[in-house]
């Protein structure tokens, strides 16, 4: 269930991320709800998660999770580039998520 709450965790950051681009387009306090609830959830999932988990592990996983979705919605919702490095670059640290949850 750790597992689960992590990775939930993790799309809560993303989510928190992606509010954070949309107050940069339209200032509104309900843009400022959802950034707090994005950053809430996800705060509160890996707390729940580091019950059960290495410290280190859970924080590593979630803020690969965090880092690599954020880059990745970037891309689909936000026009960033769309550069091979950028995606072989998220795809190294997704890969090294799966790493540590392997061997944790």
Known sequence: MAWLFLVIAGLF???GVS???QLHKNRSWQGVVKLFLGFGGSFFL????MKNLPMGTAYAVWTGIGASGGAFLGMLLHGEARDLRRIACIIL???AAVGLK???
């Open 13 to 15: 950051e993303m989510y």
């Open 19 to 21: 509010m954070i681009s």
């Open 46 to 49: 890996l707390s729940l998660a």
């Open 93 to 95: 640290i997704l890969g």
């Open 102 to 104: 392997v061997i944790a």
